[in-house]
């Protein structure tokens, strides 16, 4: 399942890398669920529920999004994540936000290492900032799949807890 924003740029990116291999996508909005921001994503959108994913927000139907919205999605994208990966952000803005919370909750953060030989840009420096603060750098595909194996595990491991709360004698 990919969880993002169904902002412009990465993340209508993954959702439509994850509905072109069947999977699974939510996409978690900043407004009332009656409207796609931006736009330009309406046609996604509609991929995304007629494929059996979800579109989810914590607003009013008719509820136009404000900017604290965004960051309060973000902290929803974190939290229903397993982990996250950072393709490339700025040292400000959403990606930052979204890791941040994910870091709070302590979810597992894999960070784009871009190679040196790209021209720098504003966009990749907060990939730098999160590398500096411990989270895993991804530069190939060895490092992806391992962070997708700690995923997986990480996974495994709380619905092995879920399990056991739930069999449980619920009866002392």
Partial sequence: NVVSGLALGCDVSAHKGCLDKLGFTTAVLAHGLDTVYPKENTEIADQ???????????????????????IERDRIQAALSDGIIVVETDQKGGTMHTAGFAKEYDKHIG?????????????REGNKVLVSEGCSSLSNKEDIESVADKLRNSRNKNDSKVNERSTGDQFG
């Avoid at 007629?50 to 604290?68: A, F, H, W």
């Fill in 48 to 70: 995304i529920v007629k494929s059996g994913g979800i579109l989810i927000s914590e607003y009013y139907v008719g509820q136009t999004s404000r900017p604290n919205y965004f």
């Fill in 111 to 123: 960070v784009c290492k871009h190679p040196d030989t790209t021209k720098p840009h504003r966009m």
